[in-house]
């Protein structure tokens, strides 16, 4: 099920996420914004292969967040829900 909301900077994420997707799905994964708070906590949802991959802590860490932090700095927290 995706998503359904609208968040100023929502377009931005997506964007910045469709920089990394190629890498998650080369290897049969991808990600999911679940929801962008009011605080500007962009929670995300590895999915397919990278959400029950025990390196899944790391692609979250060093290629989601940091591209996150990286090209939407107004987000102030990244977090995934099923991070193994």
Known sequence: MEAIFEHPLQEK??????KIRPYLKA????VRVLEI??????RLELMGAC????????????????T?????????KVEATNIN
């Open 27 to 30: 290897d049969g994964g991808d």
């Open 13 to 18: 994420i997506e964007i910045a996420l469709d």
């Open 37 to 42: 708070t009011q605080e500007n906590t962009l």
């Open 68 to 76: 996150i932090r990286r090209e939407v700095p107004e987000i102030l």
């Open 51 to 66: 959400g029950s991959c025990s390196m899944s802590a790391m692609t979250f860490k060093g290629g989601i967040e940091d």
